[in-house]
């Protein structure tokens, strides 16, 4: 049987990483985009290898900048040539602005650039798989089609000073609404995972102060967060899990989304 094939953009390190690790446990062939670390790509392919079910997946690193609609084009293309088939996509690639300041302080081009890839590139990425699906209704169709995006808790709690990241996160939410919306008659499940506060490079600069805010208590769970997290719910979903399920947001925070005395 050909393996079922995935797209995973931003799958060189951290969250991304683990959510290929998991699809490639759970018998899919991979496509990890990067944007620039080609050896932390190609080092995740390889431990993706070290992970697969069968002799026929296959894990193929892809470089594009999402932030440019031709490199994201080119990342759909270059899937489709290399494994003729589309499963599923996750939306994952996301960055913080470079400066964070405070919401008058906002600079137009961080605005730009923070939208471009974590919102325009996951919603025109999402359109060039959902129309392709849409367009060639052939065998390829397993009935277990999935557009997964990765939010984050940032889509519902306000910080001031990244005003841009926040905006982009939950103009997310309302695209995972939109496409379930628009695919549910079709067979494809569109999801949101919204982590909380997660151990990856993004935050690395920041890992003293949450490290005091997490002992005084600010996650319930009172640790924090995973790549492997995330990587285990994207698993329950590719596995059909939540087949009665779509446009939902499930949150991998710990509990820190709820209001608390
Ligand atoms: P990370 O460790 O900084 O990794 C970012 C990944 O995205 C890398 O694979 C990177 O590729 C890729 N990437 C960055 N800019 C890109 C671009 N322009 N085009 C293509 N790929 C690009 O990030 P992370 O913490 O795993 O975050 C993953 C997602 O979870 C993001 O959407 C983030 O907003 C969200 N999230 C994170 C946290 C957290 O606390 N870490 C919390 C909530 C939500 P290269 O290796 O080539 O640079």
Redesign the pocket.
């Known amino acids: 049987m050909i393996p079922p094939v995935i797209i995973i953009?931003?799958?060189?390190?951290?969250?991304?990483?683990s959510i290929a690790l998991f699809a490639a446990e759970t018998g899919y062939s991979v496509a990890l985009?990067?944007?620039?670390?080609k050896t932390?790509?190609e080092e995740a392919a390889h431990l993706c290898e070290q992970r697969k079910q069968n002799s026929q997946q296959q894990f193929r690193p892809i470089r594009?900048?999402?932030?440019d609609a031709e490199q994201y084009e080119n990342l759909f293309q270059q899937t489709l040539q290399h494994f003729g088939r589309i499963d599923s996509l996750v939306n994952?690639?996301?960055?913080?602005p470079r400066v964070r300041a405070d919401i008058t302080e906002t600079k137009q081009d961080s605005f730009n650039e923070v939208i471009s890839?974590?919102l325009t590139?996951s919603f025109f990425l999402t359109q060039l798989v959902v129309n392709h699906w849409l367009q060639n209704k052939t065998d390829n169709d397993t009935g277990n089609r999935n557009i997964i995006f990765?939010?984050?808790?940032?889509a519902e709690s306000a910080s001031l000073n990244r005003a841009e990241?926040c905006i982009s996160?939950a103009g997310l939410s309302m695209a995972v609404k939109l496409w379930a919306l628009r695919c549910a008659a079709h067979g494809i499940r569109v999801f949101e995972l919204r982590?909380?506060?997660?151990a990856?490079?993004?935050?690395s600069g920041v890992k003293e102060k949450y490290d005091k805010l997490l002992e005084e208590g600010l996650v319930p769970q009172k640790r924090w967060?995973t790549?492997d997290d995330v990587g285990l719910a994207v698993q329950a979903i590719l596995k059909g899990h939540f087949p009665f399920t779509t446009g939902e947001a499930i949150r991998i925070d710990g509990g820190l989304h709820i209001h608390h005395f």
Do not use: E, F, H, Q
């Open positions: 953009t931003g799958a060189s390190r951290g969250i991304g990483r985009n990067y944007a620039n670390n932390a790509a594009a900048n999402l932030a994952n690639a996301g960055i913080a890839v974590n590139a990765i939010s984050s808790i940032s990241y996160k982590p909380g506060i997660m990856t490079d993004m935050t967060g790549p």
